[in-house]
């Protein structure tokens, strides 16, 4: 084995310099795309605004050489170069100049995983671009919450695409904006896709940790979603279909130069066309759950299903108008639901109807003024308004019943900002924010000898915050911090943010950052009153009570090595938080009680190793972590987190052949922690009537098997039309190759009023394919 490694580093090494000799043809060639192999043939990084490559080609034929590279890009396509020092350059266009950049305009970014995955390097942060992304595994297209799953320290042990789960934190627990729209739903398909557009996404900042002070009320990672904000020259439009759902885009300028305009839409075709690919989902989705019971009866001529209509729809709008050129007003909308109606008739006549909607809706506008070449200044306003309803309705001969469940959120902020270039190397960022939240929560019981429950409580934010960035040759330094009142719980909180590294030479760079962070809105895990069990996440506003407001400190350090196409990227982190219940943590305990508060500890480690040759990019990502819950009334000594995993590992391969892309890539995690019961016991309740309740000896004690499985891809781009103008795709995607039967999640339930202990097991996606055909132009 160790000698199979030595033979393939140094093949990699070899050919790597044999190629950095070679003569190059490009022919019409993408310019982003040419840029990124320039700049990993002579190790060097070029900074630059992404708007600038758009619709730019390159043609050259001959020894690649950097001066007449640079030369001809200027001739060709218009755009500057400038030596920030050996190794740095910035590319602007001629009517441009660094001293009038902003961070939020210009990145100095570097590939980190493959196209359209880059490194900020000022902050250390992961740029996407889903309209940029070339073929992952598994995906038959971008899809923004799924891809970065790629990334160390960041998955989804139930292979949902939006639970999230960073560093040891848990999905609630991330900060999640589009276009400044706080989202409190994320997802299509009880997670399975995000309901984000990834065709009018245009750039996503993730931050794992060392996040700006201007990133408020959550304690783990971000992520900032932001659509276009250049006005377009030309009409574009766009239309797809994969097995799942179909979609269409629209960008149309108005006033040449001044005001454009963009809609997109996508809508499921589950409820029309029941394909493979949602058989897949589906029998992963519902399983253990009322539908796949009632299906089984079906099939035993048991019952009759009445209505199975499920669907999802999201839709996106944008306006964009620059007043002047020191002036920019952007209004951005969107719309996402699903929809469940789920009816069934027994032999006996008994009628069940369960029925489910989840929305999130939003907008923001955002008013962009330079005041000067050297200072912005930047207002919006934001409002998200979140809803869950759930119902039943049970009907028979002689009794009805039913409940109904609720859960909603509005949210509505105002923030100034400013941001001031004092010179090259020095900016000030400062601004303050406004945030009111009401939440409610209900459920309302048609039997009256059960108790409603109402909750619906209000609260007001006002932050501060203020920073000071340096970059230079050889650092970057951002120091700031975050003050936060809250109305009602009379609190202020103080939180300091810092992140630097230091680029010891061209090579190697150490960096390391530190934060507190508060949370003050969250999701509890509530009883599962209804039985089909698919939507029980609350959120719930934190309290002077049973529900505190969520404190994190988070402490990292590590390394970036890059060379000869080779990164190596090591980081290891310390969080410590408190301030939990178990509602949040949704553990499984036979007590009576209600709340337990409690913390976690969360330390580990992320690496990334990845190789490019030329249009082959390779990567391995692995995180070491541990998170420990200590909830002393609960449990005296400390046991796993509800989703701590030792070890996650994703290996990666894609390979671009002139119109085809291929991707595979194979997943390994150790299996997550789950309640295993001990015995039975026997009580008395309150009507005086004897029941069973499990046992536990103690929280988490068992764990699930290993989890595995390989992902494929291969996209084919081609045009259409006697002009060739019409951009087409074909795409084909699998997941889960070899059919592997993962374990995701288990729970223990007694069988009805006996003692006998049923373990009821939820498996992961099989072998599901996908299909996608699509046209731009």
């Known amino acids: 084995m160790k000698q199979f490694l030595v033979v393939f580093i140094f093949f990699f090494l070899s050919f790597d310099v044999a190629c950095q000799n070679k003569h190059v043809s490009y022919n019409k060639a993408d310019l982003e795309e040419v840029v990124k192999e320039v700049e990993n043939y002579f190790s060097i990084r070029f900074s630059y605004n992404d708007a600038i490559f758009k619709s730019q ?3 050259y034929k001959g020894l690649l050489n950097l001066d007449i590279f640079l030369l001809e890009i200027e001739l060709q396509n218009n755009i500057n170069s400038e030596f920030i020092d050996a190794k740095n350059i910035v590319l602007t266009t001629k009517q441009q100049t660094i001293s009038n950049y902003t961070l939020d305009e210009v990145l100095v970014v570097s590939e980190y995983l493959t ?32 891809s970065l799953q790629l990334l160390p320290g960041i998955s989804s042990p139930t292979e949902s695409a939006t639970n999230l789960h ?110 493979i690919t949602y058989r897949k989902l589906g029998n992963k989705i519902f399983q253990n759950t009322k539908i796949e019971d009632n299906n089984q009866q079906v099939q035993e001529e048991e019952l009759r299903i009445l209505k199975d209509q499920f669907y999802f729809v999201d839709f996106n709008a944008k306006a964009t108008w620059r007043i002047s050129e020191k002036h920019q007003l952007n209004f951005s909308s969107l719309f ?28 923001s506008l955002q008013s962009d003024n330079w005041l000067t070449k050297n200072f912005k200044l930047t207002t919006s306003i934001n409002y998200s308004d979140y809803k869950s309803d759930s119902s039943l309705l049970e009907t028979n001969t002689e009794d009805n019943g039913s409940y109904n469940r609720t859960n909603s959120v509005q949210d509505f902020g105002i923030i100034v900002a400013s941001e001031v270039l004092l010179n090259s190397k020095n900016k000030l960022i400062f601004g303050a924010d406004y945030a009111d939240y009401d939440v409610a929560f209900t459920i309302d019981f048609v039997d009256a000898t059960i108790e409603d429950e109402i909750q619906n409580n209000t609260l007001h934010t006002t932050s501060l915050y ?32 810092f992140y630097a590294d230091y680029q010891i030479n061209p090579v190697l760079k150490l960096k390391g950052s530190g934060e507190i962070k508060n949370q003050s809105i969250s999701q509890l895990i509530t009883f599962e009153f209804d039985e089909l069990g698919l939507d029980n996440n609350t959120w719930t506003l934190a309290n002077d009570s049973e529900i505190p407001v969520l404190n994190n400190h988070q402490l990292t350090g590590g390394f970036l090595y890059d060379k000869n196409n080779w990164k190596v990227d090591v980081e290891g982190y310390y969080k410590y938080t408190k301030g939990l219940t178990t509602f949040t943590r949704g553990f499984t305990n036979a007590t009576n009680e209600d709340y337990f508060s409690g913390q976690s500890t969360s330390y580990g480690i992320d690496i990334l190793v990845k190789k490019r040759i030329h249009r082959f990019r390779t990567w391995l990502s692995y995180s070491l972590s541990k998170t420990l819950f200590n909830f002393g009334a609960l449990q005296a000594s400390n046991f796993p987190g509800n989703f701590d995993q030792r070890h996650v590992i994703s290996f990666s391969n894609t390979y671009k052949l002139k119109q085809f892309q291929f991707s595979l890539g194979w997943h390994f995690a150790t299996g997550k922690p789950y309640a295993q019961p001990s015995g039975t016991r026997s009580f008395v309740n309150v009507d005086n009537q004897v029941e069973n309740a499990l046992v536990y000896d103690s929280q988490n004690n068992a764990r699930l098997a290993n989890y595995h499985r390989l992902d494929a891809s291969i996209i084919y781009d081609f045009k259409l039309g006697k002009h060739k103008k ?52």
């Open 57 to 59: 080609y390159f043609t």
């Open 115 to 146: 196209s359209g995955f880059n490194q900020n390097e000022e902050d250390g942060s992961i740029v996407l671009s889903p309209t940029k992304m070339g073929v992952l595994p598994g995906l038959v297209e971008s899809d923004v919450m799924q």
């Open 466 to 497: 203020a920073e000071h960035v340096y970059n230079s040759s050889k650092w970057h330094i951002r120091s700031g911090a975050r003050m936060s009142i809250l109305s009602k719980l009379n609190t202020t909180f103080f939180e300091p943010r």
């Open 726 to 777: 019409t951009k087409a795709r074909l795409g084909l995607s699998f997941l889960n190759v070899y059919n592997q039967e993962n374990e995701i999640d288990k729970s223990s339930v007694l069988e009805g009023d006996t003692t006998q202990i049923i373990e009821e097991t939820v498996i992961g996606l099989r072998t599901t394919p996908n299909i996608l055909f699509r046209v731009s132009f």
């Open 166 to 275: 960073i560093r040891g934190g848990t999905p609630d627990q991330n900060l999640i904006l589009w276009d400044g729209i706080k989202m409190y739903h994320q997802g299509h398909l009880f997670g399975m896709i995000s309901a984000f557009n990834p065709y009018i996404t245009e750039r996503v900042d993730i931050y794992k940790s060392g996040a700006s002070s201007k990133y408020g009320n959550r304690i783990s990672g971000i992520i900032d979603m932001h659509s276009a904000t250049d006005i377009f020259t030309k009409t574009a439009a766009g239309i797809g279909s994969n097995l799942l759902h179909s979609d269409a885009f629209l960008k149309l300028p108005i006033i040449k130069n001044e005001l454009g305009i963009f809609i997109a839409a996508r809508r499921s075709l589950t409820d029309v066309f029941n394909s």
């Open 336 to 363: 996402v639901r699903n929809k469940l109606d789920y009816a069934n008739a027994n032999l006996e006549g008994m009628t069940s109807n369960d029925r489910l909607n989840l929305q999130n809706n939003g907008f």
